[in-house]
């Protein structure tokens, strides 16, 4: 009788870790949700960052997760929802650049000017050429300077001088002369 039970227990045993095996652990997904991320597959990664956000017990990885929900969010236009996983991992890493990086397209998006100013302020000590490798486009540096230069021109911010000077695209450049002459 007694073997008969502990065949049962072994074989549930082996049951168990076969089915866990199968399972991608938490920073498979992670690291599978930004792949799927950078492919432009951007449920199968938002599958992955949920999967994440809900079972791990991490604060590190759910605001990793955290991160690249905010990323999905952002790339399906839902500026509110990718605003809030933006914050929720600036929680964790308020230094990340990539976060840093979301946060200020979102609050642009969202008409915060000042808000996404702010959160561009590291682009004026980084010397990274790329903030955000893992999108369907990565984002570089150059891009986002823009994008804070034209807001803060258009908000009267203080920055705007700071941003235009690290911008080399000189195109770009005149038309933004071209508009601050015609304020």
């Known amino acids: 009788m007694k073997k008969k ?13 076969f089915l866990q095996s199968c399972v991608p652990s938490i920073p498979d997904r992670i690291q599978t949700g930004f792949e799927h991320l950078r492919s432009g597959e951007v449920s199968l990664a938002k599958e992955d960052f949920s999967h ?19 990323w999905c969010y952002y790339l399906e ?18 230094a990340k650049k990539e976060i840093l990086s979301g946060l200020a397209l979102t609050k642009t998006q969202l008409g915060e000017f000042n808000s ?9 000590s980084t010397s990274d050429d790329t903030l955000v490798n893992y999108l369907p486009n990565a984002l570089s540096k150059e891009e986002l300077l823009k994008v804070l230069a034209l807001v803060s021109l258009i908000s009267n911010n203080p920055h705007f001088e700071d941003f235009k000077s690290f911008i080399s695209d000189t195109d770009f450049l005149d038309k933004l002369a071209i508009l601050k002459g015609g304020e």
Request: proline letters at 3%; hydrophobic letters at 50%.
């Open 77 to 94: 236009h839902n500026f509110t929802l990718a605003d809030f996983c933006f914050l929720q991992a600036r929680e964790s890493y308020p």
């Open 116 to 124: 996404a100013i702010d959160s561009g302020l590291f682009l004026l």
């Open 5 to 17: 039970y502990f065949g049962r227990i072994i074989l549930l045993f082996f049951i168990g870790f």
């Open 52 to 70: 994440v956000a809900d079972f791990s017990y991490n604060p590190m990885k759910k605001a990793l997760a955290s991160e690249g929900l905010g």
